[in-house]
């Protein structure tokens, strides 16, 4: 029939043609995740009292269901304690979970570690992790050798991390002469060289001056557009709206929440967020307020004889004059907006979850 167009090879589940020897190639098709956790435990015991026979049990994680895209920057928060640590050493086959499961690029950590160790890497930072008595060249010669990368290579691919990280004129001085800014850049370097598919970062910048921890952040960039899924814990709100395109937060052992920052937004109810100060609120004119057009949350905190109420607003109908109306005999009234920031999100969140 004129016009018609055969069709070769068969319709797939999508209804889109598939050619023998045209299959789809894998960037084209959805990527499974690299990270599934379910139900994920892990618990401590350690032993105190006189003759150490007091057991404490600690519950590090309690339950973490988790999901992470390929290709992204994924970023955990959580106060201090909350299993951040812990987590990041059980994806990265450290430490053993007591219960539950996860998977890192679809291999399950308890009892396929040793084919995931080479597809990874892991920097914890800090002091420990380096031979401080040898150059900075001649520890990623010694962890080259351990990840067994052949000799042939090793040596371009240690010059080729060093001047990733702007390590290069430093490679060949003992590392107790770096700083700890330097130090941290070697950490990072030793867990580039064997070209992982994933790194993991527990707090990559923590004690960097400004222009080092600016420098780290450009890396991990870099090593996302080459196509390095990360997964990073971090205190630093700007770091995590900075470089992360979706964020998890992990309060006392359980994940309170993971979206994108405009999806914890709205979470939390809503982008604006209009600060109220004044002197003597009464009790009905703060109900006022919380019943103000498209408020969703008021937080009261005290300076002083000052009151501050900070409201989340998810419309735009509430405006400056609004709230004047609302609050009359408040001539010292000051109200000011901004948009909602991560750090209040993130407080917010921790604070429910308590
Ligand atoms: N080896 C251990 N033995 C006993 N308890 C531990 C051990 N490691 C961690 N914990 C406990 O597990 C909980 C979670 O610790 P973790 O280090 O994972 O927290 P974190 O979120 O990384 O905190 P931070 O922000 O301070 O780094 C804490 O209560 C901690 O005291
Ligand atoms: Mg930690």
Do not use: W
Request: with cysteine; glycine share 10%; charged share 30%.
């Amino acid at each position: 029939m004129k016009g018609a167009v055969p069709v070769v090879g068969h319709l797939d589940e999508n209804g889109y043609v598939r050619l023998p020897g045209c299959e789809p190639s894998p960037a084209s098709m959805t990527l499974p995740p690299v990270i599934e956790t379910r139900g994920l435990t892990r618990v401590f015991e350690s032993r105190k009292g006189m003759l150490f026979n007091e057991v404490v049990r600690t519950e590090a994680l309690r339950g973490v269901d988790l999901t992470v895209d390929s290709g992204e920057i994924f970023g955990l928060l959580g106060p201090n304690g909350a299993g951040k640590t812990t987590l990041t050493k059980i994806l990265s086959t450290l430490l053993l979970p007591s219960g539950g499961s996860a998977r890192v690029l679809g291999l399950d950590v308890a009892t396929q570690a040793l084919e995931l160790r080479p597809r990874i890497g892991l920097v914890l930072g800090g002091e420990r992790g380096l031979y401080n008595r040898v150059s900075g060249r001649e520890n990623l010669r010694y962890f080259g050798d351990l990840y067994g990368i052949p000799l042939q290579d090793r040596d371009r691919r240690i010059d080729a991390v060093l001047n990733r990280v702007g390590l290069t004129d430093a490679a060949d001085r003992r590392v107790e002469e770096y700083s700890r800014g330097m130090k941290q850049k070697l950490h990072i370097a030793r867990g580039i060289l064997h070209q992982p598919e994933m790194l993991f970062l527990d707090e990559p910048t923590i004690g960097l001056d400004p222009k080092s921890a600016r420098e780290t952040r450009k890396l991990v960039r870099g090593l996302a557009a080459d196509g390095v899924s990360i997964f990073l814990t971090t205190h630093y709100m700007f770091e995590a709206e900075e470089l992360c395109q979706r964020i998890a937060v992990l309060s006392r052992g359980r994940l309170v929440a993971r979206d994108t920052v405009a999806g914890l937004r709205r979470l939390v109810g809503g982008d604006r967020t209009i600060e109220i100060e004044g002197y003597g609120f009464e009790d009905a004119e703060l109900a006022r307020v919380r019943s103000f057009p498209g408020v969703s949350r008021v937080v009261s905190e005290e300076f002083g004889p000052r009151l501050r109420l900070t409201l989340r607003v998810r419309t735009a109908e509430l405006t400056e004059p609004h709230i004047r109306e609302g609050l009359p005999g408040h001539s010292e009234l000051t109200v000011r907006e901004r948009v909602t920031a991560l750090e209040d999100i993130y407080l917010d969140l921790v604070e429910e979850a308590a």
